[in-house]
Antibody
Framework: QVTLKESGPGILQPSQTLSLTCTFS??????????VGWIRQPSGKGLEWLAN???????YYNPSLKNRLTISKDTSNNQAFLKITNVDTADTATYYC??????????WGQGASVTVSS | DIQMTQSPASLSASLGETVTIECRAS??????LAWYQQKPGNSPQLLIY???SLADGVPSRFSGSGSGTDYTLTISSLQPEDVATYFC?????????FGSGTKLEIK
């Protein structure tokens, strides 16, 4: 059974760096073809793909967030990470991680709510 | 970026009815399209991948079709548990982009 769970700070202030962790089970990021993606959703709004990382450490980012994103993984501990620098109120959202294989985003975590507020 | 135009934004239908939701891509996405269902307070769940393949455990009343730029999600025999928001996702090219969503309600 594939499960993913996101964790984050909950609340942070503008200009700070948001650090998110995705802890998963039921698959390994060392397996050929496996990947994890990050997606966010502001309350009551649509979904935005942010980044994904693959088993071979290939990484892809959404250009709309320019150079603010860094994705990484810890294969030994079945975790993936996302950092977003210089956050502002527009980054307030629920952040999801999802497994990516030949089928994109076939399993999602429950989401981590993040509020950026001074 | 490939733009995904999803319609309608909202939909109200009666139990037992058949409903259709459409997504149009701004360029050919070669059937690299998935559909997701998001119930209130929950994370999205995969329904359809590769435009017309049913994900594991998804009821057969859900089906997908289309090619090129135009894709459709069809829900036959609408059930109360189908109340949700539905999103399409193109993964033909990066950045991956979602449709804006269709909120489905029961009349």
């Amino acid at each position: 059974q594939v499960t993913l769970k996101e964790s984050g700070p909950g609340i942070l202030q503008p200009s700070q760096t948001l650090s998110l962790t995705c802890t998963f089970s039921g698959f390994s990021l060392s397996t050929y073809g496996m990947g994890v993606g990050w997606i966010r959703q502001p309350s009551g709004k649509g979904l935005e793909w942010l980044a994904n990382i693959w088993w071979d450490d290939d990484k892809y980012y959404n250009p709309s967030l320019k150079n603010r994103l860094t994705i990484s993984k810890d294969t030994s501990n079945n975790q993936a990470f996302l950092k977003i620098t210089n956050v502002d109120t527009a980054d307030t959202a629920t952040y999801y991680c999802a497994r990516m294989v030949a089928i994109p985003m076939d399993a999602w975590g429950q989401g981590a709510s993040v509020t950026v507020s001074s | 970026d490939i733009q995904m135009t999803q319609s309608p934004a909202s939909l109200s239908a009666s139990l037992g009815e058949t409903v259709t939701i459409e997504c149009r891509a701004s360029e050919d996405i070669y059937s690299n399209l998935a559909w997701y269902q998001q119930k209130p307070g929950n994370s999205p769940q995969l329904l359809i991948y590769d435009a017309n393949s049913l994900a594991d455990g998804v009821p057969s009343r859900f089906s997908g079709s289309g090619s090129g730029t135009d894709y459709t999600l069809t829900i036959s025999s609408l059930q109360p548990e189908d109340v949700a928001t539905y999103f399409c996702l193109q993964h033909s090219s990066r950045p991956l982009t979602f449709g804006s969503g269709t909120k489905l309600e029961i009349k």
